[in-house]
C-alpha cells in the first residue's frame, strides 16, 4: 500500500481523496497557493506545502513545484483529482521519472486518450461505435468542406485536444464553415496548445451518458454502469443521475460490454470514464474518455456502495481489485447536484467573497462534499464549483424529493448560487419524466428563471 500521498489539487475534490487515503491509513500533504492557505484540505492534511501564488499557472498547473513538493515530504504518490494537471502527461512522465506513483494511467494511455482523433481511431480499429466523421486530422476549410459533404450537416467541428466546449462549434450549412472552423482552431491553440481539428456529424440534442470503470494493473476491467449527465449549461454539466432513466437492460448491456472493450483496447489502468452520445432512438456513440476521477463519480458510489477513490488507491499500489463484475450490484437511484458561487438572475455571472453563514443538507442517503465552512472565502481566480449534494433512494422519484429537501435545507449566505435554478429543475415535468437532453437548459431556462422568482 502506498504510505503517502501527495493531493495535486484543491477545493473538495482534494477533501475526499484526503478523508479516502486517511481510512487506508495513507498520510497525505496538500499543495495550496497563497491564495488557498485557510481552504479546509490544508488544514485536513497530515502536511501541507504551498507551492506559489494565486495564479494556476504558478502554483496548480506548476509541474515543477508539485514535483518537488512531493520528493521534498517523501511522498510515493500523487493523486491528481480532476481538472488542473490531472490528464497532462508531460505532467505524468515528470512524476515517473522522479519515482513518483501517478494515481492514475500512465502518461502513454493519458496522451492516447486525450487526443480525441487517436482515440477515436483506437476505437474504430477495435470495433467500437464512434460518431460517423473525418478519418483523422482534417487539414484545413476545402478538407472540412468535402467531409461535410460525405457526412451530411449539421456537422460539429472539435479540437483534438479540447474539453469543456473549448475549440467546439456547430455548422449548419457550407456558407459558415470556414468562420467557424478558423475560429475553433484559434480557441484550441489559444487553451490547448493544439491546433489539430477533426469533424464528427453533429447528433442533435442527444444524451451525454457515460460509463464508469475500474481497471487493475493485471488486466481485470470492471463496469460500474452508466451515468446520465445531459442537464449541462454551455457544455458543463449541473445534474447527473444514476443509473440512467428510459433505456433498457439490451442498451445497458451493450454499453458496458463497449466500455469495458475500450478500457482493455488502450491497457487501461485506474479509475476512468467512457463517454457517449446517445440518439431518441437509442443508439450510442463513443466521444471520449476521461483519464482521471470524475466531477460527477459519487452517483455511482451511492448505487454500489464502492469507493472509487478509494479503489484508486488500492490500485495504484498494486492490488488487484477484490470483486468481479458479477458480485457489482445496482441498487436504487442516485442524482447529484453541482452548487456554483454564480447568479442566474445575472446572467450566471460568477461570484466570490466571504460566505457568511454556511449550512449543509443532512439526512439519511444524503451527502454534501464541499470545501466550504462558515468565514470561507470564495476566490475569483478558480472554478465557481463550491460543492455537490448527492442523494439516494430505492426510486428515481424518491430521489428526486430527496434531493428537492435537500436543497431546501441548504444555506449558503453571503454569495449567489445557482441553489434556486437547481430546485426549479427539479419540479420541471421533463425532467420528472426523464425525458430530457443536452439542450434542456436552453430550452427550459426562461421558465425555469421565472420560476425561480417564485422561489426567492
Not at 450510442?284 to 448505487?303: A, C, D, K, L, S
Not at 442566474?344 to 439519511?364: A, R, T
Not at 470545501?371 to 424518491?398: E, N
Amino acid at each position: 500500500m502506498l504510505k503517502k500521498i501527495l493531493v495535486a489539487n484543491r477545493g473538495e475534490i482534494a477533501l475526499r481523496i484526503i478523508r479516502a487515503a486517511q481510512e487506508l491509513q495513507i498520510k497525505t500533504v496538500a499543495i495550496y497557493s497563497v491564495e488557498d492557505r485557510e481552504s479546509l484540505h490544508v488544514k485536513f492534511a497530515d502536511e501541507a506545502v504551498c507551492i506559489g501564488s494565486v495564479r494556476s499557472k504558478d502554483s496548480y498547473l506548476n509541474i515543477d513545484n508539485i514535483v518537488m513538493a512531493a520528493k521534498a515530504t517523501n511522498c510515493d504518490g500523487v493523486h491528481p483529482g480532476y481538472g488542473f494537471l490531472s490528464e497532462n502527461p508531460n505532467f505524468v512522465a515528470k512524476l515517473e521519472e522522479g519515482g513518483l506513483k501517478f494515481i492514475g494511467p500512465s502518461s502513454e494511455v493519458i496522451e492516447i486518450m486525450g487526443d480525441k482523433i487517436r482515440a477515436r481511431e483506437l476505437m474504430l480499429k477495435n470495433g467500437i461505435s464512434v460518431v460517423p466523421g473525418s478519418d483523422g486530422e482534417v487539414d484545413g476549410v476545402s478538407d472540412a468542406i468535402e467531409i461535410a459533404k460525405k457526412i451530411g450537416y449539421p456537422i460539429l467541428i472539435k479540437a483534438a485536444g479540447g474539453g469543456g466546449g473549448k475549440g467546439m462549434r456547430k455548422v449548419y450549412s457550407e456558407s459558415d464553415i470556414k468562420v467557424a472552423f478558423e475560429s475553433a482552431k484559434s480557441e484550441s491553440i489559444a487553451a490547448f496548445n493544439n491546433g489539430s481539428m477533426y469533424i464528427e456529424k453533429l447528433i442533435e440534442n442527444p444524451r451525454h451518458v457515460e460509463v464508469q470503470i475500474l481497471a487493475d494493473s493485471f488486466g481485470n476491467v470492471v463496469s460500474l454502469f452508466e451515468r446520465n449527465c445531459s442537464i449541462q449549461r454551455k457544455n458543463q454539466k449541473m445534474i447527473e443521475e444514476a443509473p440512467c432513466f428510459g433505456i433498457d437492460n439490451t442498451i445497458r448491456e451493450k454499453l458496458y460490454k463497449e466500455s469495458i472493450k475500450a478500457a482493455k483496447a488502450c491497457n487501461y489502468e485506474n479509475a476512468g470514464t467512457i463517454e457517449f452520445v446517445m440518439d431518441d432512438e437509442n443508439n450510442f456513440y463513443f466521444i471520449e474518455m476521461n483519464t482521471r476521477i470524475q466531477v460527477e463519480h459519487p452517483v455511482t458510489e451511492m448505487i454500489t456502495g464502492i469507493d472509487i477513490v478509494k479503489e484508486q488507491l488500492k490500485i495504484a499500489s498494486k492490488m488487484k481489485l477484490n470483486f468481479n463484475q458479477s458480485d457489482i450490484e445496482r441498487n436504487g437511484y442516485a442524482i447529484e447536484c453541482r452548487v456554483n458561487a454564480e447568479s442566474p438572475f445575472n446572467k450566471f455571472l460568477p461570484q466570490s467573497g466571504e460566505v457568511k453563514f454556511l449550512y449543509g443538507p443532512g439526512g439519511v442517503n444524503t451527502r454534501f462534499d464541499s470545501h466550504l465552512y462558515t468565514g470561507a472565502k470564495i476566490s475569483p481566480f478558480y472554478d465557481s464549483m463550491i460543492g455537490k449534494i448527492i442523494v439516494h433512494d430505492k426510486t428515481r422519484i424518491g430521489a428526486i424529493r430527496k434531493m428537492r429537501r435537500a436543497i431546501e435545507e441548504t444555506i449558503v449566505v453571503g454569495i449567489d448560487t445557482n441553489l434556486y435554478l437547481l430546485y426549479a429543475i427539479l419540479y420541471n415535468f421533463d425532467f420528472i419524466k426523464g425525458k430530457y437532453n443536452t439542450s434542456f437548459i436552453e430550452r427550459e431556462l426562461d421558465g425555469l428563471l421565472k420560476l425561480m422568482e417564485n422561489y426567492r
